[in-house]
């Protein structure tokens, strides 16, 4: 280009300006029609393949835009390799193969950031990510990739060894630590928590020192992020979840009941013995009849051994209102649909204290959803105090 322009009359110096200025105008033109086939054609070709195969693993690459970052390294190449051209300046040839190697390595952490994102979210499709979650792990790999990325520019930029400035970094290390303490001490913590088992996303933690009460929706390297019912969002360190106690409800779910502990309060002076009237009331209830008779004989038996005189109320046995109506209870309970039958079901008496005595349901429910839960517990507590009266007592 030179000898083209200087056998045509220009001037030798003003030839040289002209033939680089052209060169840089072809390699622009060049870099741009490049990129731009890259994008529009054999971006659009591999976005169509991608999207009609039968993977869906590529599907999370094209999502974080990994190949159109990747497309990004083309002009870089070219323009790296084009810094020859230069060779009559030094200082320019030297600036555009520093800033065509510093922008090559810019794409290339560009494009390892976006493929860590699409393999934690290939990870994220998969039932054991909610059991072993790696957003930490990635999260770490973050840190070294930019890192690396960091030290790589700045040894271009110097023309140095980076393995010089790794070893020069020595006397940094302790800053280092200091800068990065909750980023190790996240990283070890999310060990524990995977290795462990102790939490994975979607379970229900409650942690009163956080005021933490929900779902866990994202652990990543150093916090835990729980979406609470109030629909509020808790960030917790994660190193907290193995230095502070905290209790997760995942065993109430793997195990399909959910506790119901409620007591009503019985007034004290309604108990009573019962009276033949009230026995043979209590016989035609569906779930007294088998109990009432079978009792009925046993109290009778054990009065004749014993030759109870039966003239007084208070000698011998006898049945009370509020015995057969905790059998009542018992009996409803181990025959609702509702209630797990392989979990504990018991009713109960505490303690009499100043409002009277504690008559207490332990059972568990075999729908494990909050709504559901709640009325299966309302419903069982609306009857049990609606046939209260029927045994002649008083709720407190």
């Known amino acids: 280009l030179k000898q083209f322009f200087v056998d045509r009359g220009t001037d030798p110096q003003a030839a040289v300006w002209l033939s680089y200025a052209l060169v840089t105008a072809l390699l622009l033109a060049t870099c741009v029609a490049a990129?731009?086939?890259?994008?529009?054609?054999?971006?659009?070709?591999?976005?169509?393949?991608?999207?009609?195969?039968?993977?869906?693993?590529?599907?999370?690459?094209?999502?974080?835009?990994?190949?159109?970052?990747?497309?990004?390294?083309?002009?870089?190449?070219?323009?790296?390799?084009?810094?020859?051209?230069?060779?009559?300046?030094?200082?320019?040839?030297?600036?555009?193969?520093?800033?065509?190697?510093?922008?090559?390595?810019?794409?290339?952490?560009?494009?390892?950031?976006?493929?860590?994102?699409?393999?934690?979210d290939i990870y994220l499709t998969y039932e054991v990510s909610k059991v072993r979650p790696i957003k930490g792990y990635i999260q770490v790999a973050k840190i070294v990739l930019f890192f690396i990325g960091a030290i790589l520019i700045i040894a271009l930029l110097l023309n140095q060894n980076p393995l010089i400035l790794l070893g020069g970094l020595g006397a940094l290390s302790a800053v280092l630590m200091l800068f990065f303490q909750n980023a190790i001490l996240g990283l070890v913590a999310g060990v524990q928590l995977s290795a462990n088992d102790m939490v994975r996303v979607g379970d229900w933690n409650e942690m009163p020192k956080y005021n933490a009460d929900g779902e866990v929706i994202e652990i990543n390297?150093?916090?835990?992020?729980?979406?609470?019912?109030?629909?509020?969002?808790?960030?917790?360190?994660?190193?907290?979840?193995?230095?502070?106690?905290?209790?997760?409800?995942?065993?109430?779910?793997?195990?399909?009941?959910?506790?119901?502990?409620?007591?009503?309060?019985?007034?004290?002076?309604?108990?009573?013995?019962?009276?033949?009237?009230?026995?043979?009331k209590f016989k035609k209830i569906h779930y007294l009849k088998d109990y009432i008779e079978a009792k009925e004989q046993e109290i009778a038996a054990y009065n004749r051994e014993h030759n109870i005189d039966p003239s007084s109320i208070v000698n011998g046995r006898r049945m009370t209102n509020i015995g057969t109506y905790r059998i009542y209870i018992a009996n409803y309970l181990a025959n609702h649909p509702k209630i797990h039958k392989e979990l504990p079901c018991m009713v109960r008496q505490l303690a009499p204290g100043e409002y009277g005595l504690p008559l207490e349901i332990y059972a568990f429910a075999n729908d494990v959803r909050w709504p559901y839960y709640e009325a299966i517990q309302a419903d069982i507590f609306d009857h049990v105090l609606a046939v209260a009266p029927e045994f002649g007592l008083r709720v407190f």
Not at 104 to 114: E, F, G, M, R, W
Not at 257 to 276: H, L, N
Request: net charge positive.
């Open 221 to 280: 390297l150093t916090t835990v992020k729980v979406r609470n019912w109030d629909k509020t969002i808790s960030m917790i360190p994660s190193h907290a979840f193995i230095s502070d106690s905290f209790k997760n409800w995942r065993g109430m779910w793997e195990s399909g009941g959910r506790r119901i502990k409620r007591a009503i309060y019985i007034d004290v002076t309604s108990i009573r013995f019962c009276t033949e009237d009230m026995i043979e």
């Open 35 to 120: 990129n731009w086939i890259t994008k529009k054609i054999v971006l659009r070709l591999l976005t169509l393949f991608i999207t009609r195969n039968r993977f869906k693993w590529d599907d999370q690459l094209l999502n974080r835009r990994f190949f159109q970052r990747l497309s990004h390294i083309i002009p870089g190449i070219m323009l790296y390799h084009a810094a020859g051209l230069y060779a009559e300046f030094p200082v320019l040839q030297t600036l555009m193969e520093k800033g065509a190697g510093v922008y090559i390595l810019l794409v290339v952490c560009s494009v390892l950031n976006a493929f860590l994102n699409a393999l934690n």
